[in-house]
């Protein structure tokens, strides 16, 4: 039985996380953590309002962190600190924390895994661009999420415009330069664009032009349900990771 602890349990997320873990036979949902709950509120498992209050009053294995970019980082040094392996779903972690959190994580016993999407299909999405950039010169992304996403590009633009722009064999190039704001994001070779509109929940379009043709992987979230075979897996698996690892991919072989 893995004792899972949720942080940011009021947002969607957070919520959504809670309500599967629960219903897990191998999961026990032991605590809460959320700066909106109020005292007494019912709650599915015991409520705190930090990590540090919840870490005083129960013993989880792993902790699922979906909170805010402002609170990620203190609250995934805390739970690694405290010996607790930390699944972050949560986005504001830059390279710079990532490296600190790594060297929390090396001084202790728990390992941390950073995921900017638990969604199998953007995961595998992520899997055939990186084999695409080996054959193309010139590729784009477009990203669209829902207007209430406060980042933009979206963690899941930007890790999948690293993997393209780092394999080893890549033939892509940088566009021309342009001062056109139209032109989106440069990371690495790759532009990306970002639309944020209502109705949208995630989705995300790799595209490859090449001499004649255009190569189009898009991959769609129409529901938060589409990320929770990814969270169990990431649950499930991170105490078998090594200290730090990026990537939900990690875990797919």
């Known amino acids: 039985m893995i004792d899972v602890l949720v942080v940011g349990a009021k947002g969607r997320m957070g ?23 109020a005292a007494g509120e019912p709650a599915p498992a015991a409520a705190f309002t930090s990590v540090a209050e919840a870490l005083h009053a ?14 990620v980082f203190e609250n995934a040094r805390l739970l690694l600190q405290a010996g607790v392996h930390t699944v972050v779903g949560a986005t ?8 600190e959190l790594a060297q929390t994580a090396r001084s202790g016993v728990a390992n941390l895994l950073v995921a900017p999407n638990f969604s199998l299909g953007a995961v595998l999405l992520m899997r055939f661009a990186r084999e695409a950039a ?22 899941t633009a930007l890790r999948t415009a690293a993997l393209m722009s780092e394999v080893a064999g890549a033939h892509l190039r940088s566009a021309p330069a342009t001062q056109a704001p139209s032109r989106g ?35 769609d979230s129409l529901s938060r349900d589409s990320f929770m075979p990814g969270v169990l897996l990431a649950v499930r698996g991170v105490a078998l990771l090594d200290e730090v690892t990026v990537g939900l991919e990690n875990l797919l072989d």
């Open 185 to 219: 994001l440069a990371h690495g070779a790759v532009q990306i664009h970002s639309v944020r509109l209502p109705g949208l929940v995630a989705h995300q379009e790799v595209l490859f032009g090449g001499d004649g043709e255009l190569l189009t992987l898009r991959h």
């Open 134 to 155: 080996r054959h193309y010169e010139r590729a784009e992304i477009v990203e669209l999420h829902h207007e209430g996403k406060t980042d933009a590009p979206s963690g």
């Open 15 to 37: 919520a959504l996380t809670a309500a599967t873990v629960g219903a897990q036979p191998d999961m026990n949902l032991v605590a809460l953590v959320d700066p909106a709950f």
């Open 92 to 99: 504001g972690l830059s390279a710079a924390h990532v490296a």
């Open 58 to 71: 129960t013993r989880p294995a792993v902790a699922v962190e979906f909170s805010t970019p402002a609170s």
